[in-house]
C-alpha cells in the first residue's frame, strides 16, 4: 500500500528566509513523487515532479525539490519565501507506472512579512 | 486551454436530494479522477477513469454515489440521495503524463 507523510500541519516562515516543507513516501518499487499547491477556494495546482533523473528538480513559482531515496523523503524548499507563496501545499506519491498518486493531509505554508 | 471545468461551482440541496457534478476534461488528457475534500478528512479519490473507463472506484463511499464518462470531454458523479455527510468540496482532475490539473471544484452543502 502507498502511504505519505507530512509530518508537519503548519510551517511559518519569515519573508525572505528559506522554506522547507516536509514530505516521507512509502510505495513499492520506484516513486513517482510530487507537489501541489491549493490556494483559498481554488483546485491543486501542480508544482513539479520527480519521475526519474536527477534527485534535484525544479519546478514553478522557484520551487524545488529533492529526492532523497535512503530517507525514502520528498522535501519542498524554496530559498526565499513570499508572502504569496503562503497556501497549502500537497505531497502525493505513487508507485513507478501507477497513475494514481496517494496523496498526503498537506501542509499550511504561512509567510509572515 | 481552459483548464479543467466545473460546474456547478456551488450547489446547496436539501437532504434525499439527486445532486449531479459535472466536469470536462482538458482536452487531450486520457485519465480523469474525482476527489472529495473535506476537513476531517483531507483529500480522498473517489474514482478514477482513463480512456473513459473506469478503473478503480474503490473510493466511492456508497451506492448513492455513481459516475459516468460517456466520452472523453464530459464526466459526471451523481449523489442519489445526499445526506448531510456529504457535504464538502469535490474536485475533478485530469492527466496525460501523471501530474494532474485539477478543477476549481464544487462546493457541495446538503442541508
Known amino acids: 500500500a502507498q502511504s505519505v507523510a507530512q509530518p508537519e500541519d503548519q510551517v511559518n516562515v519569515a519573508e525572505g528566509n528559506p522554506l522547507t516543507v516536509k514530505c516521507t513516501y512509502s510505495v513499492s518499487g520506484n516513486p513517482y513523487l510530487f507537489w501541489y499547491v491549493q490556494y483559498p477556494n481554488r483546485g491543486l495546482q501542480f508544482l513539479l515532479k520527480y519521475i526519474t533523473g536527477d534527485n534535484l528538480v525544479k519546478g514553478s513559482y522557484g520551487f524545488e525539490a529533492e529526492f532523497n531515496k535512503s530517507q525514502t523523503s520528498f522535501h519542498l524548499k524554496k530559498p526565499s519565501a513570499l508572502v504569496s507563496d503562503s497556501a497549502l501545499y500537497f505531497c502525493a506519491a505513487a508507485s513507478g507506472g501507477s497513475y494514481i498518486p496517494t496523496f498526503g493531509r498537506g501542509t499550511s505554508l504561512i509567510v509572515h512579512p | 486551454d481552459a483548464g479543467v471545468i466545473q460546474s456547478p461551482r456551488h450547489e446547496v440541496t436539501e437532504m434525499g436530494q439527486e445532486v449531479t457534478l459535472r466536469c470536462k476534461p482538458i482536452?487531450?488528457?486520457?485519465?480523469l479522477f474525482w476527489y472529495r475534500q473535506t476537513m476531517m478528512r483531507g483529500l480522498e479519490l473517489l474514482i478514477y477513469?482513463?480512456?473513459?473507463?473506469?478503473?478503480?472506484d474503490s473510493g466511492m463511499p456508497e451506492d448513492r454515489f455513481s459516475a459516468k464518462m460517456p466520452n472523453a470531454s464530459f464526466s459526471t458523479l451523481k449523489i442519489q440521495p445526499s445526506e448531510p455527510r456529504d457535504s464538502a468540496v469535490y474536485f475533478c482532475a485530469s492527466s496525460l503524463n501523471y501530474e494532474q490539473y485539477f478543477g476549481p471544484g464544487t462546493r457541495l452543502t446538503v442541508t
Open positions: 477513469f482513463n480512456n473513459n473507463v473506469p478503473i478503480d
Open positions: 482536452s487531450g488528457h486520457n485519465s
